[in-house]
C-alpha cells in the first residue's frame, strides 16, 4: 500500500472490460501527461471507494510495460470527476466531496433544466437563452405551439442530440420529426393536434422540457452551432482554448457528431452566410458570452474546470446559446485545423491540477 501521497484521482465510470473503465486512451494520455510536469495520475471507480479505512482501490498506468497496475491508494488529492450514471453512486459522491483533503476539480451540471434557471437569472446572459418551459402536462407543449407554431422538445438529461424532437403544428401540419431516444431518425405525420399531442403522451416517461424551434441552420437546411470550448489554465484562469463549427445533415435537427455531423473552422462558414458587419456583431456577443459564462455558472455551481458551450446562430444573425456541457466532448478539436487545439483540449484538466496541489501545498507551507 502506498505511503500518503499527493495525486489527481480520475474518478471514471465503470464498464466490463479490462482495465473496468471507460475512456481508456484518454485516460493513458493524461496519466502520461501528468507524468510529465511532475504529477501522478491514478483512475479509481466509485465501487473502489474504502469509506472506512479512507482508501481507494485504483489503477496506475505503467508506460513500460504498457499495462494498468491495480494498487490501493491514499484518498486523491485532486479528483477529476468524469463519472456518468451517477445516481447508484451518490453515497460515495457524497462522502467523497465531504473529506476536507479532497478538492474536486470540478462539479457536475445536472440538468439542462437547472442550468437554464441559473443562467435566466443573469441579465446579460438571459438575453441570449430561448424560453425555456418543463414540460409538465401537455398544455405546456399546447401552449408553446399556440405562440410559435414550432417547438422542439429535448429530454432534461440526454446527450449527443438524442431525443431531440421538432414539434409542428398549424394549419398545414401536424408533424413530429427528430431522433428517439436510441439516436434513430424518424418523422411522423398526424391528422391534428390532438392525435400529435397523444403520440407525445405516449413517448417513454423522462423529463422533458420544450423550447421554440430556432431556425438555427444554412439557408438550404443543414443545421450547424459552434462549440467553443473553455478551460482553466496553469493559472487558474478561464481560457477559451478554441472552438469549432459542426454542421449537421442536410434537413436534420441537431448538428451532433455522433449523429453524422462534421467539424469545420468557423470564420470560412460564417463568411459563406453573413456579411462583415453581422460577423462582427456575431463574434461580439459570442465573446461577451465566452466573457460572462464561466464565471457565472462556477459561482452558482461549484469550480468548473471546463464548459462546452454549443451557441447557435439563427438565419437573421440572432446569437442563442444553446446548451453547456461540463463533461464536453473534444472530437471537433481532432477534426478541424489539423488537430492543433487537440491536444491543449485533452490536457489543460492535468495543468489545472497541478495548479490548484500547487496551492494546496503552499497553504500547509509545503514546497510545490
Not at 5 to 15: F, S
Not at 187 to 208: A, C, D, G, Q, T
Amino acid at each position: 500500500m502506498e505511503k500518503s501521497l499527493d495525486y489527481l484521482g480520475i474518478l471514471a465510470t465503470p464498464k466490463q472490460s479490462n482495465p473496468p473503465f471507460t475512456r481508456e486512451a484518454f485516460y493513458k494520455l493524461l496519466s502520461i501527461e501528468g507524468m510529465s510536469i511532475g504529477l501522478p495520475v491514478y483512475v479509481f471507480l466509485p465501487e473502489g471507494v474504502d469509506m472506512q479505512n479512507k482508501m481507494v482501490t485504483g489503477y496506475r498506468y505503467l508506460p513500460q510495460q504498457e499495462l494498468w497496475e491495480m494498487k490501493i491508494f491514499p484518498l486523491p488529492s485532486i479528483v477529476y470527476d468524469c463519472l456518468w450514471g451517477r445516481r447508484k453512486y451518490r453515497t460515495q459522491l457524497k462522502w467523497l466531496k465531504e473529506q476536507p483533503d479532497v478538492t474536486f476539480l470540478n462539479h457536475f451540471l445536472r440538468n439542462k433544466i437547472t442550468t437554464y434557471k441559473s443562467l435566466v437569472k443573469n441579465e446579460e446572459l438571459a438575453s441570449f437563452l430561448p424560453p425555456t418551459k418543463l414540460i409538465t402536462s401537455q398544455n405546456v407543449i399546447n401552449e408553446m405551439l399556440q405562440v410559435y407554431g414550432m417547438v422542439v422538445i429535448k429530454p432534461v438529461q440526454s446527450t449527443s442530440g438524442k431525443g431531440v424532437m421538432k414539434i409542428t403544428s398549424n394549419q398545414t401540419a401536424h408533424l413530429a420529426e427528430g431522433r428517439d431516444l436510441k439516436n434513430n431518425i424518424f418523422r411522423v405525420r398526424f391528422e391534428n393536434k390532438e392525435s400529435l399531442l397523444k403520440w407525445i403522451e405516449k413517448l417513454p416517461k423522462v423529463k422533458r422540457l420544450v423550447q421554440p424551434y430556432l431556425h438555427l441552420s444554412t439557408p438550404e437546411g443543414t443545421p450547424f452551432d459552434i462549440r467553443v470550448l473553455v478551460q482553466k489554465n496553469d493559472k487558474g484562469q478561464w481560457v477559451e482554448t478554441g472552438r469549432a463549427l459542426r454542421s449537421g445533415v442536410l434537413n436534420g435537427l441537431t448538428s451532433n457528431l455522433c449523429g453524422g455531423g462534421q467539424a469545420t473552422t468557423v470564420s470560412p462558414f460564417l463568411e459563406r452566410m453573413f456579411d462583415e458587419q453581422q460577423r462582427i456583431e456575431i463574434e461580439g456577443k459570442i465573446s461577451r458570452i465566452i466573457h460572462n459564462l464561466p464565471s457565472y455558472i462556477e459561482n452558482k455551481h461549484g469550480r468548473m474546470v471546463e464548459l462546452g458551450l454549443d451557441i447557435g446562430i439563427d438565419r437573421k444573425g440572432k446569437v442563442w446559446i444553446i446548451e453547456v456541457n461540463s463533461k464536453p466532448g473534444r472530437n471537433s478539436f481532432k477534426k478541424i485545423d489539423n488537430g492543433a487545439k487537440y491536444k491543449t483540449a485533452l490536457t489543460s484538466p492535468i495543468k489545472y491540477a497541478r495548479y490548484l496541489l500547487n496551492r494546496k501545498q503552499q497553504e500547509k507551507g509545503q514546497v510545490p
